[in-house]
């Protein structure tokens, strides 16, 4: 059964779908083990095409964006990874009185949208300046800096699950938490829309630099990461816990805490999913028992890892 629907998924997308497709290539942290089955969507029939396959062969599907604030399994991800494609990454503007529409795919990187914003004169998004990642990965971990989130400038999402096909689903459905954001059961994100305001460009264009600014003076550069680690506990800032017990450069196998920024773990040179891991077990830990303070993963496990969890 499961051959036969590897077969027609081939059959159907030709070299859009790959068998044993290496994560670490998709990633931002250039870790990850194979993917049993990977294909590339480009339309929202496509993406409903595969849900329905996989739920019919008992395939797990999982959607990957950017890559970014993930840690892969070294033994990678049984089913199947769908990534959205070209028609994904487009942006559509629509003037309306003292603001402006934004029908965005998806797959848009962050930094597209944020960039664009900017250029148009447009407001709400300088807190996004520097956050990697696409806008749909963006949305499922509510991602946030300097004061703002996602969650306060999306109107609607539309995406699409097996049994009922395109849907969109309006802000009041929507549910938002602190680096959360409650995902509707089997239902893969395909669009967001957005409402920005009219702002003086000057302005947008300096808050921008200066987040930018503080970006590049705090966290890492030059290394592969996912982004922060851990969240912030509430009252505590998650990189000074970690610092402060004194794993700042702490390293096993190809995996480092950061020097720079202690939430951040780098990879200095071929990391394992297995090395990071281990230095997430540690820095858990010893926060705990130094601080009694959990810390909680911001950065997201996928794939099979067994009695690593």
């Known amino acids: 059964m499961i051959d036969a629907t590897l077969n027609s998924l081939r059959a159907r997308f030709g070299d859009r779908a790959q068998f044993d497709e290496p994560l670490s290539r998709h990633t931002s942290f250039r870790i990850g083990g194979p993917a ?3 294909i590339e969507v480009e339309s929202e029939e496509e993406v409903r095409s595969v849900q329905i396959t996989a739920a019919e062969a008992g395939l797990p599907l999982f959607v990957l964006g950017g890559g970014t604030n993930v840690l892969v399994s070294d033994r ?4 199947v990874v769908v990534k959205l494609g070209r028609a994904f990454a487009t942006i559509d503007w629509r003037p309306n009185g003292s603001g402006t ?9 962050f930094k597209k949208l944020v960039t664009a914003a900017a250029d148009r004169g447009l407001t709400g998004l300088e807190f996004a300046e520097g956050i990697p990642g696409s806008l749909g990965g963006g949305l499922l971990m509510n991602a946030g800096a300097f004061g703002g989130e996602i969650a306060q400038v999306v109107e609607a999402i539309h995406g699409v699950d097996a049994q009922h096909g395109a849907q969109r689903l309006a ?8 680096r959360h954001f409650d995902l509707p059961s089997r239902f893969v994100v395909t669009y967001l829309e957005f409402r920005l305001v009219k702002g003086d460009p000057a302005a947008v264009r300096e808050r921008m630099l200066a987040n930018k600014r503080k970006r590049d003076a705090h966290q890492p550069l030059g290394y592969p990461n996912a982004g922060s ?17 004194g794993l700042k450069g702490r390293r096993v196998g190809g995996a480092m805490v950061s020097e720079q920024h202690a939430n951040f773990i780098v990879n200095v040179g071929n990391a394992t999913a297995a090395d990071v891991y281990t230095l997430i077990r540690e820095i858990s830990e010893r926060v705990w028992q130094a601080k009694q303070v959990r810390l909680d993963l911001e950065v997201k ?5 067994g009695d690593a969890r």
């Open 36 to 38: 049993d089955v990977w």
């Open 76 to 79: 990678g991800v049984r089913g």
């Open 101 to 109: 529409y934004v029908h965005a795919g998806a797959g848009v990187p």
């Open 171 to 178: 802000r009041a459905a929507l549910r938002f938490g602190y």
């Open 229 to 245: 680690i851990f969240k912030n506990p509430p009252g505590h800032y998650a990189g000074r816990l970690i610092e402060a017990v």
């Open 301 to 305: 496990l996928i794939g099979e890892w």
